[in-house]
Structure formats: structure tokens, C-alpha cells
């Protein structure tokens, strides 16, 4: 899980969510092809990267291994960037205090696991500080079709020694089934710990998490070992709403927040995290620091043997009222979703243009002289 940690311990643990996603190798959603319906014909683009779940660290036997601070604050100010792009992120240098490997399994092998697959949970993520190898967490998650990864929870020591598992009481969407520039997501769950007070003792504990994410930069990323890579910048708010029970029931003890930055890469799924909590928002240009700073350097990540089949014989004909797009239908698929957009740069305005069972449909608006030139992309639906 990322950020699940008040202001004192959430600097272990934030980089530990973010690093395998979304659907299994047989994702049954296929984005297609981008084509132009107007008289000067038509054109196939894209304009930045999309990350899905073969790009991430999702199945077992996976690895990667990655950089990071350790209780010192690090400054980032500089490194951030700014929103849109293009543009270019060095990091091919950083904090060495700390190497983490972080092994993919099948969740009834991690520790307490047995609880979490009762849940839903198919994957457990073990993360791993190779100079004390004693010090293990787990995240507990499954990969969904349609819904992308979903995250049933933790086991976590360093969280709470009291009481390291942690249960969700519902499976949070954690990313969906596709991220792309402009994209957002949000999610939230409710779980169960200790509160320890050296003084007073342990306590129960009720936090309340949610998470509001923005895909809102792209361009190049630069990694020790990997060179230049394209990526995606994903800027994420964590709440903590935190509550105790002292003895008469749960009451409010305060609220943390975490900012979180991290870069998905194609092939490579998250290859840089930084990260700063406070209790009050931190600001996006984290001039205090952040509290942890990651950077992949290795990993075992084999390309997915079998990938997605791809929707053929797009073709559009122009007629008097309509413009008619077709394509061959493929097996599995039981419904066809058809988007267009009227410029493709800087960034795609992709919007619904409807959807069918069938292998055509019809677009009115692409015949009026007044529109400007449409672009079309079509994803086939399980």
C-alpha cells in the first residue's frame, strides 16, 4: 500500500504500492487504433504512452530491485518538473542508503496470506531491504479485467508492531485497467490497527484512507542501468483520517496527508517515487523535502507471452448523412466501444462516441463541413 502511515513511520512503506498493476496477461481490453473520417482521408497516431497491466509487476516470480533514502529528508524541488509536457526527468543519480527487492508471489505464500485470499487477493507483493532481510512487508492485491488492481491489504511490522496485518473493509481500487496522460482515478477503504503510545500503551486504531490521483506530466525519465525511458508523471493526495479508541469508543486523533509523485514507464511499470507527508498537504513543489525518493535499477519483468489480440479491418465510407465505421468482429469480445477526437496534439480530447454490439456504427457529426477533422479509436469490451 502506498502512504499508509502516519507523519513518524508512513516514509517506510510509501513506495511499496505502486509497483505492480492493473490486469493479468490476458487482459480482455484492447485499445485499437486512432484513424481520421474526413475527405483528406485518414491518419494513426498517438501522442503519449498508455501503461496497462503488462507493463507492471503483477505476476508471480517477477522481481525488481530499487534505490532509496533512508530516515534522511531528501531535496527534490529541482527534480519534479512541472505539468505536460514533453519534457525530461534525470535520475540517473539519487540516495543510495537503502536497496529494496521487491518479489512478486501468489498471495498464499506471504505471510498471514491465508486472510487476505479469503478476501479476493491472488498476488502478494514482498518487499524486501537487503541489508536486513528480516525487515518484510507484504501487500496483498488482485488483478481485475475491468476494474484494473484491486488491494485487500497489508502486512506491515514496521506499520504497527502490535498488529502488523491490516484488512480492508473493502477492496480498494488501487489503478484502473488503463492509464494514459490526463487520466484520474481516486480510491478509498477503511482498515483496523494499534495505536502505541510509549507512555500509555496500545490503543485500537481506525484509519481511513483515500486517494486522489492525476496522470499530469509526460516525456523521458533517466535511470541508473535502464538509460532513458518514455513515462508518465502520476501526482497523488493521500488522506488519513485517524481515529482512537481510548476506552469509550473511536474517537478523532488527527489527520496526515501524503504527497506522492511517481513515474510509470512502459515495460517497467513504476521506475521512480518520491513522496513527502506532513499534517497538512504538502505542496506539489515539495520545497521541505521528500520523505522517501526510489529509483528502480534491475529487474526480471519477461514480456507477456500471449498479448492481446488486435481488432482488424477498420475501415470508414463516407455517405450523405453519416460517416459509417467498420471493422471485423474478434472472438471473446461481446461489445465494441467507438471514441473520437477532433485534434490529437498536444493531447487527444478523446470523447464517447457510443457503443455497440454489432461491428459498425454510424457518426452523423463526421459529414457536417463545419466540424474540423475526427479522429476515431475503437476498444473491444469483454
Not at 503483477?58 to 505539468?83: E, F, H, I, K, M
Not at 518487499?127 to 479485467?145: C, H, M
Request: aromatic letters at 12%; proline letters at 8%; a negative charge.
Amino acid at each position: 500500500m502506498h502512504g499508509l502511515k502516519t507523519d513518524s513511520y508512513m516514509r517506510n512503506e510509501v513506495w511499496q504500492r505502486r509497483n505492480l498493476v492493473f490486469v493479468d496477461k490476458n487482459m480482455n481490453r484492447w485499445p485499437i487504433l486512432v484513424l481520421a473520417a474526413s475527405l483528406a482521408g485518414s491518419v494513426a497516431t498517438q501522442a503519449q504512452v498508455t501503461i496497462t497491466s503488462s507493463d507492471m509487476f503483477n505476476q508471480p516470480g517477477q522481481y525488481y530491485r530499487a534505490y532509496s533514502n533512508g530516515t534522511n529528508t531528501v531535496p527534490v524541488s529541482t527534480l519534479l518538473g512541472t505539468t505536460g509536457g514533453p519534457q525530461a526527468w534525470d535520475f540517473s543519480t539519487g540516495p543510495t542508503d537503502v536497496t529494496y527487492r521487491f518479489n512478486y508471489i501468489p498471495a498464499s505464500q506471504g505471510t498471514n496470506g491465508a486472510d487476505f485470499v479469503a478476501r479476493g487477493a491472488t498476488v502478494a507483493e514482498q518487499k524486501i531491504d537487503e541489508a536486513n532481510t528480516n525487515a518484510q512487508s507484504f501487500l496483498y492485491f488482485k488483478q481485475d479485467p475491468t476494474a484494473g488492481r484491486i488491494d485487500y491489504g497489508f502486512y506491515d511490522p514496521s506499520f504497527s508492531a502490535a498488529q502488523p496485518e491490516a484488512v480492508f473493509t473493502n477492496g480498494l481500487q488501487d489503478f484502473p485497467a488503463s492509464i494514459h496522460y490526463n487520466g484520474t482515478w481516486s480510491g478509498n477503504t477503511v482498515f483496523e490497527s494499534i495505536y502505541s503510545d510509549p507512555t500509555l500503551g496500545n490503543f485500537p486504531m481506525q484509519v481511513t484512507y483515500s486517494a486522489t490521483d492525476t496522470v499530469d506530466a509526460y516525456g523521458l525519465v533517466t535511470l541508473p542501468n535502464f538509460g532513458f525511458l518514455d513515462c508518465l508523471r502520476v501526482h497523488e493526495l493521500v488522506t488519513y483520517d485517524i481515529a482512537v479508541d481510548l476506552g469509550g469508543g473511536y474517537q478523532p486523533l488527527g489527520t496526515q496527508y501524503a504527497l506522492n509523485y511517481y513515474w510509470l514507464s512502459p515495460g517497467h511499470g513504476i521506475v521512480v517515487q518520491i513522496s513527502a507527508s506532513d499534517s497538512t498537504p504538502p505542496p506539489d513543489s515539495m520545497p521541505n523535502g521528500a520523505s522517501a525518493f526510489t529509483r528502480m535499477f534491475a529487474m526480471y519483468h519477461p514480456a507477456v507471452s500471449n498479448p492481446p489480440p488486435v481488432i482488424t479491418g477498420f475501415k470508414i465510407t463516407m455517405g450523405a448523412s453519416a460517416a459509417l465505421l467498420q471493422w471485423n468482429r474478434l472472438a471473446g469480445v461481446s461489445s465494441y466501444r467507438a471514441d473520437y477526437a477532433t485534434t490529437l496534439t498536444p493531447v487527444p480530447n478523446w470523447q464517447p462516441l457510443g457503443t455497440t454490439t454489432s461491428n459498425f456504427i454510424l457518426d452523423p457529426a463526421a459529414v457536417n463541413p463545419a466540424n474540423p477533422r475526427r479522429y476515431y479509436r475503437l476498444v473491444g469490451l469483454p
